[in-house]
């Protein structure tokens, strides 16, 4: 069974392997283990806070783990807030208009401007699953099981919560955006600067970059058409987000010219729909032994420090108390009559 | 010979030929009749107003070969330019972007849309036939200008500048337009200079870019021709440059052409000419090329002759003394060519 | 019986009666007979087009007529574009971090932003009551009447509309941002940019206003009081708003600082839960004659040109079809078995 | 009498003392003695060093009143601002902003944070002891520095600036520092101001404002403080002054002190100082006051006293030479004070 819980110390291996098997432009996750051994200190540390009523510094990095092997296949995370240690910036695709009635020219023109609009704000990030579990909707489950931990604990996290989706670069790792714009100005390569700023290095930025605004239309084409595209890639992970809720409202990654997702936790689909009830353990009527059949729900127990989230099908909605097998419960940490949360997979049923 | 006097309404057909001639890039001089008479009245106006300070005078020069008595050049002087509307450059500026910790240190050229030649006095429009382009001619006509400046102090500023039309192909297309002004004003450049030259300048302010241009996003082409003169203009750019105008960083919105300026009085045919009285020659004169000027305002004359520089005063050849329309005795300028 | 419908030739006179009793900072109707003529000109035409595929430059302005006296006594409109023909402006509160890890200093200043963001986006506006009608739930039938006109007609909108809410000024019409920043670059009073702004003429701003971003730290306490807060008058327009989905994403008047609040139309309430539904003509069974009880709904017709909207009361929520009084269906326009469009008026219902 | 010569080790403690009563707001000269310390040590390199072509040498100078042998001053220069981190300033710019329609054309000023003296000699941290502030013990002071520029020309840039002091009440409250410093560096102007004293600048690129800021959008007791002088240091800013000195529109981004700057070789001093030999008169000196230096690099002295100019050279008293430790027809420089 595939679980998603809270990173621990052992799993600084399994960590590193991963890091290893992500590549350029994945900022969040390097193949640095000291860097590593770090992350996963801060998260053990922001689970095991109890009575948190606001949004610090918490970094809640959770793994994917397949039962039948122990192996750690998959990450993904939640920042609690980003900017406050180090800037965070960002594009906003803006527009200014130049018209002359006289000459009856009207001209709408993008421009991107410098911001650190999203200081303080709440990030989901680091989420990557090993190219062999991409599949049995696993890549779902890691993404979705966070909002099943924000709904639980939207104490932990600022009103509305963004995602920074990976943009378009080729396979040497080249940038449309960064060769048009960013190596104007910073004299090093890309790869040199999305290493800097994933080590937390960030003030070179201010330094380096434009504060004016720069007008989108001056830009060569191939740069212009990446801003607010994402990788081939990273389409359906972009496709999965905007699902839920979750829109792009002009803010562009200043390197590669990422859109960055957004949404008020609340309006997160899988937060909205998704219900406490009680779980029950024992043979759920509408599961047979060994078939795989009806929609798919997650289920997540109700606990920080021992969160866990899985994936399970079943015939008939659940209502207001829940059927789960003992593998499942196990799975989940739970005892019988333990509050569970659950939340159907998609907004559309059998997806 | 050539002869430099104040433009008439007569002159006109003969400034539209020229006009035909120049093309592209000349915003000042504009193929349009209507408008080119409007020139020259206002200019007749000018030479004839009394001026205390400068204001929003503009001169009107041609160049006519004795000979034929034919039109073969023009020039002129805007007193103060960016009187109603403001006149519009673009400043090159570097910004320094630094980063201690990277060991990076960068100067990065950027083109700040600035008014800082309003209210300074132009030279205008320097526009010479093809079959009289050689040095005498073009020296001629544009220190003439210089030579009234210096007559006239008062009706100009402290400050003059020039804009040297900027680099373009031969069909008019400007690389750096193509880059940059394209996309703001949704024309091409021939129909913006053109309405530059005939509207006000209003639309410039309602289109132009609001911040800064940084050079090196620019597509290399369109850098390559920031401050560069146009090949046809190259001659009038000498002659400027070796009066004592500098290049100080700014070019024109619209082709990048540079702009030079110079303090007036330390121009130096302002600062070398010198007054006093025509002296006529009985022989030929063996003395160097001289620009030598009578009469102010619209009774305004320059020529180019060979003279002798006495103690009494300039020494001048009888062709010379009637092409400009003197007696012995009569108070000239002058100053070596 | 109250009922919206489009303004038509013949209100001039009532709209410039309606446009007397508007104050400053209410930009949208000038006490001027031409401008306004020409307005209903405009909204006349607009509603008279046809086949409308995608938003140009309709400008649909609405009355509410009291149809027991024959009075216009409010109005309400919505532009299906802005800043295509004069450039729109406005604020972006933006953020600029300055942190130094050397001493421990880590600062974030919001930062005005003037923008054009809003060019080619749909607007609601223009909403005005006559002082004596501010009861029996009228504001809200004027204000949501039109989320019925654009969940009939969403093609003739954009994906976003926003809403400009009047910022604080005092009882002399003296706005505290206006003191502190625009004075500054317009040697103007208020008034007059209000005024010149109105009537359309807004090349100034570009002139006048600074491109640089502003630093809201630096401008007086009372000016950033008010960046994003709405007049005293205005506080239920703006509550009646958010109900419905409207958010404030940081964009500001740039003169008093009042917000804009923007939504998808599909995500306004009143657009996303309203049906289609077939009229009947008859006594509905749950009206008593002479009774005002049970929930609130909107009931609009699906006509363009010839668009009504009412407020009727029903003890049980309408199903598929609905019985509608003959006096309702004559307000509405409709013969029996034609469509109409039927939404609770609140979210929660009875209020 | 008063001898300016370069500081040593031994000056230290009586540095400290005057770095406390000179206060807040000289930030090159802070009351801390390993500070002040590592001030002398890189001083006596400098001095120590062959140099080519100005770098990161900086120079301190001492007054000291011969009488008791007392330090009652200091001052210093150094070579180059601005070569690690670099060196900021705010210019002030006038922003245009005009309206035709509205017949309105604003010019605004508006502060832009800069590097423009990057790269250039500043002269430094003028402190003098209460008791003696005095013209002469002043002017000597300041002009000792540029007699050690003419003598040593290529340590320094071709132009100069110095920092003067700007307005803030007695308990330091800079009301320009509180509208504007104050919200980006959340800390107080003495500390700031320290900080920028004992520490490497880099948090001022961290946390100034990198957009201009619009004066008038300022509170009016910080506008009026822009690029005025803290009145302690008037007497010191009328002496740069009358050495060429000039404000070109630079300020202090901490208090807006005003910064004067000149071509180093128009400075009077420079300009006027001659070299020559060293004449003992026999009788007391009726000329007029003299600056007068000898010796170079560490053995640099200078003071001020009266003098005769003759043919062969300057001619001082008996006491004078023995001031700066000379013999007769040593070579010496001098001006008139």
Redesign the interface.
Known sequence: MMVIRPICQNDLESLCRLADKTGIGFTSLVADEAILKKKIEGAVRSFAKDNVTTPHNEDYLMVLEDTATGDVVGTCGILSTVGLDEPFYSYHLGTITHASRELGVHNAIPTLILNNDFTGCSEICTLFLEENYRHSKNGQLLSKARFMFMAQFPERFTEKVFAEMRGVSDENGVSPLWESLGRHFFSIDFKEADELTSQGSKQFIAELMPNNPVYVNLLPKEARDVLGQVHQNTIPARRLLEQEGFRYENYVDIFDGGPSLEARVQDIRAVRESRLCLANIGQPKDVREGVSEGNYYLVSNAKVKDFRCILIQRLTPPGSAMTLTQEEADALCIESKEPIRIVELSPYSRR | MYLVRPADFADLPALERLAQQAGIGITNFPANRERLNDKIASSRRSFMTDVVQPGDESYLFVLVETKTEQIVGCCGIDAIVGA???FYSYRIDE????????Q?H?R?P?LFL??DY?GTSRLIALVVDKAHQNLTAMSLLSKARLLFIARHPERFTKRLFVELRGENDKHGHSAFWD??GR?????DFKKADY?SGV??K??I??????????V????EAAQEVIGVVHEDSSQSADILLDEGFEFRGYVDIFDAGPTVEARTESLHTIAQQKMGKALILTETCKGAMHLISAGHLEDFRVTAAPAEPQTAGLGIEKTTQERLGISSGSRIQWVTL
Do not use: G, K, W
């Not at chain 2, 910004?95 to 990277?102: D, I, K, N, T």
């Open positions: 109603d509307t403001p910004v320094v972007h630094a980063s201690p910790q990277l990076i960068n990065i950027a600035c008014h309003s880059a940059l996309h703001f004003f949704s024309m309405l509207s006000n209003h639309f302010a309602e289109l132009m870019p609001r911040y800064p241009i940084y090196p996003t620019l597509p």
